[in-house]
C-alpha cells in the first residue's frame, strides 16, 4: 500500500489480541484500519503465551475482566477444562491466605490438605502442606481466538495492513496522520494497541506518558518421565516462583514466573530462567527431566498499577489507550473489547461487562496521580 487510506473512521495500532478483538467489536459501526508492524499478527506476546484462563491471575481489579470474559470464550469454543492447583510454598501458607483474601467471594477455591494435594499432583515431592483448588481454571486455544476475532474484524470490513510499522504520529486539525512503513493513513481517532510499544506510541502522539513496562517470561516445554496425563491441572507455586502444565504428548509447559525488566523488543528466553525452572521443578516433583525440547519467551506489559488502560487519552484529542493487558491479554479480550468498543464508540456498556466499573481502568487515573 502506497499513499493515504482515506477516509478511515479508526485506526489501531496493534494486531496482537488487543487490536485484533477490539478490531472485531467495532467493525461493524465504523470503518476501521488495524495496522500491525510485523508481517503476521500474534507474533509478539499474544504468539507467546501459557494459554490458561484463571480468575485469581492479575489481581482482584482484573477478576472481573476475566470472569465477565468466559461466556464468550466459551460460545466460540475456545476453553477446554483444566482446573488450577495453587500449592503453598514450603514456608508456609501465608501467600494462600492472601489469594483467599483477595478472590474467596468470587471465585471458588477449595482448600486442600496434603494428602489431596498428593493425589492432584503426581510424584508431589513432600514438605510443602497443602494448598487451594480451583476448578474453573481452563485452557485457552490462544491462536482460535485470535484467528476468530481477526476473521470477525474481516467480515466486518476492517482493513488489516501488516508490514506497516508506525514511525510517526501528528494532528492536523481533527485528523491523526499515521506514518507508517506501508504509506500514511488519516484518521480522527487512534488506538494505542500496541502492547509493549504503548508507551513509544503515546511518546509519538504526544499523549500522558504512562510507563507501560515490558517484562520478559520464559516459558520451556519439557518431555518428562513418566509423560504428563493431561487430565492433570495448571500447578502454581502460591508464592509466584513456578507453574507448569500439561501439554500434548505427555509433555510439560513449565515457566519459572520470571518478571525481568526489559525495552520492548523480539523477547528471547535467556539459558539462565531456563535453568532455574528446571531446578524449581526437579525440587517439586519427582519426574525426571528427558528433555529440553522448545523454550520461548515474551513480553508481560504492565501499566503503574498493574490494572490494564482503556479509554480516550486525557492530553491527547482522537487518542485512545488499549493497553497494559500485562499477564492477562488472553483471557480478558472479549470483556476488554466490549467495554474498549463502548467507551470508543461512545456508547452504554454491553450486558456482559454493564457491572464493571471502567473508571478503574481510564487513563485519567495517571493524570490524577
Ligand atoms: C510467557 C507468557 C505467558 C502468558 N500467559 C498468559 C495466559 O496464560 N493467559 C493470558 O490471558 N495472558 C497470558 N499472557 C499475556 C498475554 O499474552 C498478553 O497480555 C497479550 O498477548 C497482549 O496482547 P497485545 O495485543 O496487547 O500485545 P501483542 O500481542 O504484543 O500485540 C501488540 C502488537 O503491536 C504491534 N506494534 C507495536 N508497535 C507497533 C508500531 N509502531 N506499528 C505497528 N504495530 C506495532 C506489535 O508488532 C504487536 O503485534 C502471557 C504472556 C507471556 C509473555
New binding site residues.
Partial sequence: MNGTINPADIAI???????ASLAAEIGAAARVVL????DQ??????G?????WSESYGGPAVQPLTTASFAYLAEQGVLSERRAVHLAGPSGSAAIEVLIRDYGAAVQLDRLDAEQMAALVPRLRGGRGGGLSEPSCKD?DVAGLHAHYLGRAKRTGVQLLTD???SALRRNGDIWRIQTRAGAIDAPIVVN?????ASE?AAMAGAQPIVIQPYR?T?IQLEVDPPASSDMPLVMDADETFYFKPEAGGRIWL?PHDETLTTACDAAPEELDVAIAIDRFEKVVDWRVVRRERAW????SFSPDRRPVYGFDHRAPGFFWF?G????????APAAAMIGAALLLRRALPDAVRHIDTALYDPARFERS
Avoid: C, D, K, N
Fill in positions: 495500532i496493534g494486531a496482537g489480541m488487543a487490536g495496522i500491525e508492524g510485523e499478527p500474534g507474533y509478539h506476546s499474544t507467546r503465551s501459557a494459554a490458561f485457552i506497516a510499522r508506525v494497541a500496541a502492547g509493549a510499544w506510541i517470561r516459558v515457566s519467551a515474551g513480553l508481560r493497553a493487558q500485562g499477564g492477562f491479554g488472553i483471557q480478558t
